[in-house]
């Protein structure tokens, strides 16, 4: 084409005051429709130098309106969870109990005593609204919250051991997802890792010759992601703090998923507890809040009134502290960890997904099969499958359940088409399936689901 057509072309664009007239006010707000129509006119000056014929108007406001929506739409887009994960950390790890969204809720709409002591109407400290009740639940003296656990973990040894020796069996040496490594968090907290035994065994005597006057810390980590099998040892919680109490070194205990309820009450294998570890004598244990408590981000500390104290003065300890929302709806989720199982799978998202049968999860795959309305070219079936508990939790356990399988011409595209769905559906691509797992369908997203999966395969091959 030549210049002087690409300009004519150019020249018949609306100036963008003239785009934003055309606009209907209640599309959006003045700065967003402004955004939308600039962006639109740029774009479209670039098809028009790259060759491409101009638009009519009319289609300029249609874009206009599709550009408003995704520059106005969130990011954050709810997933419907199909993939059997139970706490999936891409997508969010725990949901949380009704009365910690709506403790969540109304804390975030106003002003709240997060701080401030109203019997003297000074400032205060904000553990205040969780540390009695973790203490309560874990029969511990103090408590304080982090970030997250890997934050806590970072806190406890920079607070307790920076400059000094920790010692740590090599069979503990453990990696969470990505970037925490124990090696790294003992370096950047300052302490030196005094590693100990192999990685299949480590023995009392290991830890007692081990100790010398530097020694500030015995650490012990929770293998939660991994299990070591065959000729295998590790010594008890009770030994390392009786061996520890024979030369004042503290025992920290990092547990990674730390319940307050035994698993075994719901069909599970057990996971330690914070209060088994308490009980046992650790001086500080260390937990998230959003694993086996299925509340939200954060990293719980508690323990020892003394060592709690000292953690809590570090300038750490400022840097990771958290916000009152997590404050909140940690206090919410902790609270339902004073009833029995039976009160927790009614009212616990977490132990209900753990606690669902299989007869029931049956029930369910049959429903959502019934709402399915197949293209020739696709099949569904229901069938016997597996879900784990993730997030590092009792990694070689599988949970028996229920899903259905579908097949179809291309299950990538199918399966990317709906990831981007809104919600976005997430399931797992097996044995030339892709498999729905019922149990981790929240209440009323089974008809979300197969509305979702009837749209996708009609788009796809209808
Ligand atoms: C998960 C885990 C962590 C990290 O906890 P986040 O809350 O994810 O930061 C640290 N230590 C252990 C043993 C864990 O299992």
Known sequence: MKDLELNELLRELPAVHELVEKIPDESGTPATILMACRS??????????????????????????????????????????????????ALGRACMPGSAVEAVSRIAQGYSILQWDCETGRRGHRDIHTERLICELAGSEAATIANNNAGATLLVLSALASGREVIVSRGQLVEIGGSFRIPDVMKQSGAHMHEIGCTNRTHLRDYREAINENTAIILRVHPSNYRIRGFTGEVPLEQLVELGEEFSIPVVDDLGAGSYVDLSNFGL??????????????????????????????????????????????????ALRVGKLTIAALEAS???????????????????????????????????????????????????????????????????????????????????????????????????????????LQPGELEMLAALVNSALQELWA
């Not at 406001?61 to 887009?77: G, Y």
């Not at 086996?292 to 954060?298: D, K, N, R, S, T």
């Not at 399988?405 to 299950?411: F, R």
């Open 40 to 89: 639109v006119l740029e774009n479209e000056r670039t098809l028009i130098l790259d060759g491409k014929k101009s638009q009519t108007s009319e289609k300029l406001q249609d874009k206009v309106l599709i550009e408003l929506d995704r520059i106005t739409s969130s990011s954050m887009k709810n997933v419907i969870n199909a993939t059997g994960v139970i706490l999936h950390t």
């Open 269 to 318: 294998p057990s996971e330690p507890t914070v209060q088994s570890s308490i009980e046992a004598g650790a001086a500080v244990v260390t937990s998230s809040g959003d694993k086996l408590i299925g509340g939200p981000q954060a990293g719980i500390i508690t323990g020892r009134k003394k060592y709690i104290q000292k953690i809590r003065k570090h300038p750490l300890a400022r």
């Open 334 to 440: 902790l609270m339902l960890f004073r009833e029995n199982a039976e009160y927790l799978a009614d009212n616990h998202p977490l132990y209900r997904m753990f606690a669902a049968g299989v007869d029931h999860l049956r029930t369910e795959a049959d429903k959502f099969l019934s709402l399915l309305t197949l293209p020739g070219s696709c099949s569904a079936s229901i069938l016997e499958t597996d879900s784990y508990v993730g997030s590092g939790s009792l990694p070689d356990y599988a949970i028996p359940s229920v899903g259905v399988g579908l097949e179809s011409p291309d299950n990538d595209t199918l399966a990317r088409t709906l990831r981007q769905g809104n919600p976005a559906v997430a399931s797992r691509i097996e044995d030339g399936l892709i498999k729905l797992d019922m149990r981790t």
